[in-house]
């Protein structure tokens, strides 16, 4: 048995299934849109560093140099900060950088990234790069122990963050739009 609907009665309801459908596409939308907080795990108290990271949390998390970078005639040593767990950790308790030592954020896909220094107890310059194109640039971020901090946002989709001591940036006179050549460094040659 087929129960025919008057016209009037499904036309009256087409209006609420576009509005479902819509919301329901909104939603999705919302959940797939790509941006990067690094350390928003560190707010909740869930972060913990990676297993194959020296992670004396008093000291912050050391990790094997695996990149370097040519940033205007300097090389700077690179600890590569690849799971969420490293990149939640960052630099934090770190009580010094040395001038030639930094540490690289990849994002497997450009998007905006946001970083904030929540136990950090040194300044550090935040280069936001994009394809090694350096988009902008957070100067000397100021350390930050208490609960709230602010956030330092790239602005643009970026795919590679570098963090130095602060100050570096200025000292090495990078600016926007300045290119950056990383590059891997082969396993036997790492150091620390």
């Known amino acids: ?66 990149a370097e970078a040519e940033i205007r005639g300097q090389r700077i040593q690179l600890e590569v900060a690849r799971t969420p767990e490293q990149q939640a950790m960052g630099l934090m308790y770190r009580r010094e950088l040395a001038d030639d030592r930094g540490m690289l954020f990849p994002f497997a896909f450009p998007r905006p990234a946001q970083f904030w220094m929540r136990n950090t107890l040194i300044p550090l310059d935040m280069l936001f790069l994009l394809n090694g194109e350096v988009k902008a640039i957070a100067a000397n971020a100021a350390p930050c122990t208490t609960p709230t901090c602010p956030l330092y946002e790239s602005g643009v989709p970026v795919n590679q963050v570098i963090e130095l001591r602060g100050g570096r940036a200025a000292e090495l006179g990078i600016q926007v739009g300045d290119r950056i050549t990383i590059r891997t460094l082969p396993a036997p040659n790492n150091t620390q």
Request: net charge negative; hydrophobic share 35%.
């Open 1 to 66: 048995m087929t129960v025919q609907l008057p016209l009037s009665l499904t036309r009256s309801t087409r209006p609420y299934q576009f509005g479902v459908t819509l919301g329901l596409s909104l939603l999705l939308l919302a959940c797939s849109s790509p941006n990067t907080t690094v350390n928003p795990d560190v707010a909740q108290g869930t972060a913990t560093p990676s297993p194959s990271a020296e992670s004396d949390i008093s000291s912050g998390q050391m990790l094997p140099i695996t």
